[in-house]
Every structure is written in C-alpha cells, then in structure tokens.
C-alpha cells in the first residue's frame, strides 16, 4: 500500500503561484512514477505531469507546459507541482497519484494509488 497526502493548494489570483506537495508513504518511494492530475466542477479528471521514479523523466500536458513544474526528491518521499502564471481555468481540485508505471501513469487509467486532493482556486 501507498499512502498519499496532498498540500499546499489555496486561493491566488490569476498570474500567481502556487506549489503543491504530495507526501508519500509505505513503500519504496522512488519505485513509483507519480503524477498530478485535475477535476474541475462539471468536468471529467484530466492530466497534468508526470514524473519517472528516478525523476529524470518528466511529461506534461500541453495547456501546462511552461507554466507547470513537477519535480520530488525521493529522500523525503516527496513530490512537488510548482505553478505559475496561473488562470482562472486552472482552478479544480489537484491530486496526485502513484504507479510503478510510467506510461500507465501517462495513459491515466488503471492507476494504483490515489490522495484525496487539494482545491486549486484562481481568481480573475
């Protein structure tokens, strides 16, 4: 079992910054590929970015990239999402996620584990 908890999420206007943190435990922390994803209300989960075990892989969803950063640092069995510029339409909620898969994580189906999130909201 892998046990995930979300932080860091909040309420910033638009053009602001954010970083979110996803703690992990129970397992060997850098076995498993993470990722962020995000549900908006009304709206099915999407993808955001993903990161390999070793870190050294990363792939991020297009309306992210430039703007999103993820990154983790596996001595502390942590993963980040470092936002900026942020929109109006990045406001849902933000959970992250864990798989020994790294397309699996990519490919969004099938994940084995899940936090419970954390709400984004950006103001206009």
């Known amino acids: 079992q892998v046990q995930l908890v979300e932080s860091g999420g909040g309420l910033v206007q638009a053009g602001g910054s954010l970083r979110l943190s996803c703690a992990a435990s129970?397992?060997?922390?850098?076995?498993?590929?993470m990722g962020w994803f995000r549900q908006a209300p009304g709206k099915d989960r999407e993808f955001v970015a993903v990161?390999?075990?070793?870190?050294?892989?990363?792939d991020y969803a297009d309306f992210v990239k430039g703007r999103f950063t993820i990154s983790r640092d596996n001595a502390k069995n942590t993963m980040y999402l470092q936002m900026d510029s942020l929109k109006p339409e990045d406001t849902a909620v933000y959970s992250c996620?864990?798989?020994?898969?790294?397309?699996?994580?990519?490919?969004?189906?099938?994940?084995?584990?899940w936090g419970q999130g954390t709400q984004v909201t950006v103001s206009s």
């Open positions: 996620a864990a798989d020994p898969g790294y397309w699996v994580m990519r490919g969004g189906s099938n994940i084995g584990y």
């Open positions: 129970g397992r060997t922390f850098s076995n498993y590929a």
């Open positions: 990161i390999s075990g070793s870190g050294r892989a990363t």
